[in-house]
């Protein structure tokens, strides 16, 4: 998530969001996709012309259903009406906790359940605007337990005319594939009217979503700041780390760039918040397109280790920044400097572990994020001057593609032996070790003044005769092979 700078604000403004997902084009419902062999599940959805109930019919194909699952079990009230769906007439079923479980007499039927998409605003799960309705697939999509390995799980929509879905699956002739991690991991989805674009970056397909209106006048200025964003990425990676991305932008009141997150359920997705009256500076001095973009080019981590995804994000969103030509090297230090004092004067003194824990509790996220941020900045220059070329850089290209859309949780000492293992170095292990455990903020002082960075704001030097200095010009110079805006 993006809370460098004004986490409160940002995050009051973020409710609810539902992803859209799809995008579809026409609300045509698609043929019932279950056919082929081997196991499978096919959801049909049928939403009203209000856009307030989805109606979903879900039939399995040589496999024995057990139950269906609510992932949200807080929003269980909105999932109405689980039935058999027999010719001669439903039969009733019923939730036990979270799961609606199916009789082994039941084999090879379909199930039905219906979900009020209608009241507004249930955090970030569902939002309704205008001519639009935010719906995670999490609260609409049950889960179907078991899912044997093998299994192909597909949907179709029938929509109300001119309304669309906005889904991070994949869409094909045959209907939408919904890939597992729709079932594991939070995604977005949307219904309505929106404006939509498909831009090519670095070999992938970002699909950019704007809900509620658009941005009229300002689309293209929007739809070229997150294409720029995600060009960003190929400064570090070769392309872009993903095939295909999600931008669900949701227009807010404002002239600025605001809250953001990374979205891993059902297909790679970022959801930002963008001011309906953004201007063409804001959106060139952003940072959050970079940033949540740059979750997505890395497996998600424990939240007990949210101090190295957000601190390895938060650090490199400089980096690309400045490598890209979007900042100058000197304003990124200059970031970078100022956010590790931000970070060294908050906190709660909890060690680093437990405040990453605690930290939606506490707030303390300026702390978290650039504690990260420098333990990232520490291991870079160690290993750079160490010779390991572009340090962090090729491991994490490494990580990007074995492990981007796993769907397991990585931990920080499994990234820091991956690290350590790629380099053949002894490097981030011993530098995490010392650090995770403890209250006080990563010795930063020492790495600077050998690179070279000295003081702050205007009065900020890079002297060019410091030990490390070219290091320090290295780690910001442009990649080749990577795109510039
Ligand atoms: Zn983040």
């Given at each position: 998530m993006a809370r460098r700078e004004c986490p409160f604000v940002r995050l009051t403004v973020c409710l609810?969001?539902?992803?859209?997902?799809?995008?579809?084009?026409?609300?045509?419902?698609?043929?019932?996709?279950?056919?082929?062999?081997?196991?499978?599940?096919?959801?049909?959805?049928?939403l009203d012309a209000e856009l307030r109930t989805l109606s979903a019919?879900?039939?399995?194909?040589?496999?024995?259903?057990?139950?269906?699952?609510?992932?949200?079990?807080?929003?269980?009230?909105?999932?109405?009406?689980?039935?058999?769906?027999?010719?001669?007439?439903?039969?009733?079923?019923?939730?036990?906790?979270?799961?609606?479980?199916?009789?082994?007499?039941?084999?090879?039927?379909?199930?039905?359940?219906?979900?009020?998409?209608?009241?507004?605003?249930?955090?970030?799960?569902?939002?309704?605007g205008e001519a639009h309705v935010l719906a995670a697939p999490d609260v609409w999509l049950l889960a179907p337990e078991p899912r044997p390995e093998g299994t192909r799980f597909t949907a179709s929509f029938k929509l109300p005319p001119s309304v669309r879905a906005a889904l991070p699956w994949l869409d094909d002739p045959r209907g939408y594939r919904i890939p597992t991690s729709a079932f594991t991991m939070r995604s977005a989805g949307a219904f309505g009217q929106f404006e939509r674009e498909t831009r090519s970056v670095g070999g992938a397909e970002l699909d950019i979503v704007a809900l509620g209106g658009g941005f009229g006048e300002r689309a293209p200025l929007v739809a070229k700041w997150m294409q720029t964003s995600a060009s960003a990425l190929t400064q570090l990676h070769d392309g872009f780390p993903v095939p295909r991305v999600m931008a669900m932008l949701l227009p807010h009141p404002g002239s600025e760039v605001g809250f953001g997150m990374a979205l891993r359920g059902g297909g790679p997705t970022v959801m930002i918040m963008v001011g309906s009256s953004v201007t063409p500076e804001a959106l060139g001095e952003d940072w959050v397109g970079v940033h949540e973009l740059f979750h997505l080019s890395a497996p998600r981590f424990l939240p007990s280790d949210a101090w190295l995804s957000e601190g390895l994000a938060t650090y490199y969103t400089d980096i690309l920044r400045a490598r890209a030509g979007l900042m100058d090297e000197r304003s990124a230090w200059d970031d970078l400097v100022d956010g590790f004092r931000r970070g060294s004067r908050r906190g709660?003194?909890?060690?680093?572990?437990?405040?990453?824990?605690?930290?939606?509790?506490?707030?303390?996220y300026q702390r978290v994020y650039w504690a990260g941020a420098a333990l990232s900045l520490m291991a870079d220059v160690e290993l750079r001057s160490r010779g390991v070329e572009g340090g962090l850089d090729g491991p994490l290209r490494e990580l990007a593609r074995c492990c981007a859309r796993s769907e397991e949780a990585w931990s920080a000492e499994q990234f820091a032996k991956f690290v350590d293992e790629k380099t053949g170095q002894s490097v981030v292990r011993p530098l995490f070790e010392r650090y995770v455990d403890r209250a006080e903020f990563p010795d930063i002082a020492e790495v600077l003044a050998a690179l070279g960075v000295k003081g702050a704001g205007r009065e900020m030097t890079l002297a060019a005769e410091a030990p490390r200095a070219g290091v320090r010009s290295a780690m910001m110079a442009p990649r080749a092979g990577g795109t510039k805006p």
């Open positions: 609810g969001l539902l992803l859209p997902g799809g995008c579809g084009g026409a609300p045509a419902a698609k043929a019932n996709a279950v056919t082929g062999d081997g196991p499978a599940v096919h959801y049909s959805f049928v019919t879900v039939c399995p194909r040589d496999l024995r259903l057990a139950r269906l699952r609510m992932t949200v079990p807080e929003l269980l009230e909105r999932v109405r009406r689980p039935r058999i769906l027999r010719a001669d007439g439903d039969v009733p079923l019923s939730f036990e906790e979270d799961v609606v479980p199916i009789a082994s007499a039941t084999e090879g039927v379909c199930i039905g359940y219906d979900v009020d998409l209608g009241p507004p605003g249930e955090g970030f799960w569902i939002t309704r709660t003194g909890r060690t680093l572990r437990q405040e990453s824990i605690d930290m939606h509790e506490t707030h303390a």
